[in-house]
């Protein structure tokens, strides 16, 4: 990320090692100027959900497939915000050093069904497939799978959703950590970015991909988003 003064936001990551060991350390959020003579670290994110491996080759550390991850972003005013996917809520880093931890917001757990484990196998080919499917997989999917920079400093968070869901919900989160909106989207489509009175969702046909926009309800409003 980057903010108005032109200064850097970079997540930088340990070492994993050989055995991924090293993946069981925090990453860091930090601050660069904009000639990169000088950095400071500006928060932690939580380490992946890894299990132990032990195979012939001898043990290592594996991410847990279909678990979450921290998401962040930057405002452009040098406001840091962290998506905590173990705490479920958002969490606010001000320039001067303030933070403010939000409030757990609602979430359904969904447990990772067999369906969806080989929806996510089957991404894979074909050859790799055998040795995708010895990797440890999480319980339950994370409370939300991704984060984006709403209008005027929002967040919105896009929630896990079970196989078959028609609708995609997003909860769109203050500067406060407060839960102010939900938004359902209906389709399969997933909203890429948010302006002020609208969204990017991507839509795969026979021979490529089209962007549609959105127009976004008013905040209290129970009609989903439709198309421009």
């Known amino acids: 990320g980057r903010d108005a003064a032109g200064q850097w936001y970079l997540e930088l990551t340990p070492p994993s090692r050989p055995d991924g060991s090293g993946n069981r350390d925090s990453a860091a959020i930090v601050r660069t100027n904009p000639d990169f003579s000088k950095a400071a670290t500006v928060a932690q994110l939580a380490p992946p959900d890894l299990a132990e491996v032990n195979e012939d080759a001898g043990r290592r550390f594996e991410r847990r497939l279909l678990s979450g991850i921290d998401h962040w972003g930057v405002l452009p005013d040098g406001s840091v915000w962290i998506a905590r996917v173990n705490q479920n809520r958002v969490d606010w880093f001000a320039r001067d ?82 839960l102010i909106q939900e938004i359902h989207f209906p389709g399969f489509g997933r909203i890429l970015s948010v302006s002020a009175g609208g969204g990017l969702v991507p839509a795969p046909f026979a021979t490529g991909t089209r962007l549609l926009r959105f127009r976004m309800p008013a905040p209290g409003s129970p009609a989903p988003p439709r198309p421009w």
């Not at 996510?120 to 799978?145: D, G, I, N, Y």
């Not at 896009?158 to 950590?177: F, T």
Request: charged share 30%; hydrophobic share 40%.
């Open 97 to 178: 050093g303030k933070v403010i931890h939000g409030e757990p917001l609602p979430d359904r757990v969904l447990p990772v069904t067999e369906s969806d484990r080989q929806i996510f196998l089957h991404r894979f080919p074909q050859e790799l497939r055998a040795s995708a499917e010895q990797l440890p997989f999480a319980a339950v999917k994370p409370p939300f799978e991704d984060a984006v920079n709403g209008p005027d400093g929002k967040v919105w968070l896009e929630k896990s959703r079970s196989v078959g869901d028609s609708v995609r919900i997003y909860q769109v989160v203050d500067r406060l950590g407060a």
